[in-house]
């Protein structure tokens, strides 16, 4: 039996991939520190034999006895409301907390799979973003903390490949909903759900044409997945290229929710992307992975878990 360590397992994401793992005969380590993760999200997993939560920020030392064969390591606020208050945690846990998890991988000889994230190409000049693609970061904006943490966590994590010979992943992960999304999340998705849910107005931001391309849970945990067992070291966009923009979102979430909710206009927060969509041609290619979920059928499951959540 093999094992992983998940750092942020019990965040939305890390949490699915939990799930995902078990399910395929891993044993599972869960580490995270709750400061944006939720126990609730891994409950049910707490009797199962092959699953171990450890509550530790993976800033400090990480001590995992035994024999791991994988590291996935996607600790970290991923939210702007969350690196927002939580900048200089976030900017830690994108640089010691990797530079633990590659030390750990060094040690135990693991392969290692970082979550990076689409913001490293930041409000982008090139439409839809390549993996080649370098980015238009604000380093000293607000968002700045996240993208760059993430950016040094690329570095650290293709250096540690081929200084120390790690076999090293990198996903950068485009918008993603679900199940377990929380409730004051921030994101659109939760916020326009409930929004609509609850007959509020919908708040969008700027004049709603920024765009975004949302991709389903189950999508993006496979295309984790099978990054994970490929041989390719090089970073791979993972999401849905169905792109939208944010007015037709929220038409769209108003719709499913049969809701009454208006749709209001508020000042466009600094440096929010105005397009965002993912060139996924080297998933195609090298994981022969594509999104399966539609957007209506992704969201309308994730309604219905908002609806016994709200």
Not at 5 to 30: M, P, Q
Request: hydrophobic share 35%; glycine share 8%; charged share 25%.
């Amino acid at each position: 039996m093999k094992t992983v360590v998940v750092t942020g397992g019990a965040g939305f994401i890390g949490s699915h991939l939990c799930d995902y793992l078990i399910n395929k005969g891993f044993k599972v380590i869960c580490v995270d520190n709750l400061i944006t993760g939720n126990l609730e999200n891994i409950s049910h997993l707490s009797k199962n034999k092959r699953f171990e939560f450890i509550k530790h920020d993976i800033t400090k030392y990480i001590n995992i006895p035994g024999k791991v064969d994988y590291i996935l390591d996607f600790a970290s606020p991923a939210s702007p409301i969350d690196y927002l208050k939580y900048p200089i945690q976030t900017l830690k846990v994108g640089s010691l907390g990797v530079h633990n998890c590659l030390g750990l991988a060094k040690l135990k000889r693991a392969t290692f799979l970082l979550a990076s994230t689409s913001e490293i190409y930041g409000d982008p000049l090139v439409h839809p973003q390549r993996e080649d693609y370098w980015g238009n970061v604000n380093t000293i904006g607000p968002r700045g903390c996240y993208d760059e943490a993430k950016r040094f966590a690329e570095a650290l994590t293709t250096a540690y490949h081929r200084v120390h010979k790690i076999d090293t992943k990198i996903v950068r992960i485009f918008n993603t909903y679900g199940e377990r999304m929380r409730l004051n999340d921030g994101r659109v998705v939760p916020n326009f759900i409930s929004q609509a849910l609850k007959g509020e107005d919908i708040t969008v931001y700027g004049n709603g044409k920024q765009t975004r391309s949302f991709c389903y849970i189950s999508d993006l945990v496979e295309g984790i997945y099978k990054l994970l067992i490929s041989d390719f070291n090089e970073p791979v966009n993972l999401g849905n290229p169905d792109e939208k923009t944010i007015l037709q979102f929220a038409k769209i979430i108003i719709k499913l929710t049969d809701s009454k909710s208006k749709i209001i206009f508020k000042p466009l927060p600094v440096d929010d992307p105005k397009q965002r969509c993912p060139d996924i041609s080297r998933a195609k290619k090298i994981l022969k992975w594509k999104p399966k979920v539609s957007l209506e059928e992704g969201l309308k499951r994730t309604i219905d878990w908002f609806r016994i959540k709200l």
